[in-house]
């Protein structure tokens, strides 16, 4: 069992950044890919970013591609979104995952695991 434990979320100004942190732990974290989903309000949950088990390949929503960076840190067992130039249309609560494909292109069919989010609000 394997538990994801999302941080770093806030209010922030569009056009600001923010680093969105995944902690894993209750299992071998480098064996999984990790993804990020995020859900507005009213809206259906959408993928976000995705990275590799070694953190070599990645992958993004065209939303969010040049804008967000996804990364990981495999001996600190956790995962990382950086989100540059913000805009009103990122606010949503922001979802880690593992996958047990070998890259996340964007399907739950994989996703064995979620964390329990975190809330991002960018304001104009």
């Known amino acids: 069992q394997v538990q994801l434990v999302e941080s770093g979320g806030g209010l922030v100004q569009a056009g600001d950044s923010l680093r969105l942190s995944c902690a894993a732990s209750g299992g071998t974290f480098s064996n999984y890919a990790m993804a990020w989903f995020r859900q507005a309000p009213g809206k259906e949950r959408e993928f976000v970013a995705g990275?590799?088990?070694?953190?070599?390949?990645?992958y993004y929503a065209d939303s969010v591609k040049g804008r967000f960076t996804i990364s990981r840190d495999n001996a600190k067992n956790t995962v990382y979104l950086q989100m540059n130039s913000l805009k009103r249309e990122d606010t949503a609560v922001y979802y880690c995952a593992t996958d047990a494909a070998a890259l996340p292109l964007g399907s739950t069919k994989g996703i064995d695991y979620w964390g329990q989010g975190t809330q991002v609000t960018v304001s104009s």
């Open positions: 990275i590799s088990r070694s953190g070599v390949s990645t």
